[in-house]
């Protein structure tokens, strides 16, 4: 199964754009480009996700590399309530297409 | 609508003990999945099922059992407890997969002494 390739953490400071890479160089062409978020102490949320085309969403953006090797998960302006680990996430494809979690960027933001 | 529930939140456990997890979902799901996360690492998939009466392993299934009778309800076993499955444990459901958002319970904190 293809893998996943993260910063470990990032920092940002409040009410700035945070750009959070994500590398899968191994990607297959069926493979969907998940995001989630994970808030100290909770289950994963979900951010959102992609195929090939560039996302937008309430939460967020999604810029696909046009070879989809990589991918960046854009917040607009972060606030303090965005500190989380962020995961970029392919499925599964051996276990029905279910997430693989790598170790995700822990993103900080700082007021 | 609760989304996913998880029960308990807590439960401590000595080595040997068994226990089931209890998860349960009313959006009328048709998968569901469980996860472990350990201290500072990512979750992994121990069970998922496709539908009630299907289930199938995931990453990590060893020491784990599930079944599926209803749509709703999707309990995880731990037959013989041991240190190695002190984790937090998450419940997951959605429509379907690849482009399916997974809706996460709040998980259920687990320690084995």
């Known amino acids: 199964d293809a893998k996943t390739t993260q910063p470990n953490s990032m920092e940002s400071n409040e009410e700035e754009p945070v750009h959070l890479p994500c590398n899968h160089s191994?990607?297959?062409?069926?493979?969907?480009i998940h995001w989630y978020r994970q808030l100290p102490s909770q289950g994963p949320e979900y951010v959102i996700h992609g195929l090939t085309s560039n996302v937008n969403n309430r939460m967020a953006s999604l810029a696909i590399a046009e070879d989809r090797k990589s991918s960046t998960l854009i917040l607009h302006r972060a606030t303090l309530r965005d500190a989380a680990v962020y995961y970029c996430?392919?499925?599964?494809?051996?276990?029905?297409?279910?997430?693989?979690f790598g170790g995700g960027t822990r993103l900080m933001v700082k007021p | 609508n609760a989304g996913v529930t998880q029960t308990p939140k807590f439960q401590v456990l000595k080595t040997g003990q068994s226990m089931t997890l209890q998860c349960a979902q009313d959006m009328n799901h048709e998968y569901m999945s469980w996860y472990r996360q350990d201290p500072g690492m990512g979750l992994r998939l121990i069970h998922y099922?496709?539908?009630?009466?299907?289930?199938d392993q995931g990453e990590v299934p060893n020491g784990y059992n599930v079944s599926r009778s209803t749509t709703e309800d999707f309990p995880l076993r731990l037959l013989s407890a041991a240190p190695s499955q002190t984790s937090v444990y998450f419940c997951a459901s959605s429509y379907g997969t690849g482009s399916s958002e997974q809706f996460f319970g709040p998980g259920t904190r687990l320690t084995v002494l």
């Open positions: 996430i392919l499925s599964l494809r051996n276990a029905g297409n279910m997430l693989t």
């Open positions: 099922s496709v539908g009630a009466g299907i289930t």
């Open positions: 191994t990607i297959s062409g069926t493979d969907y």
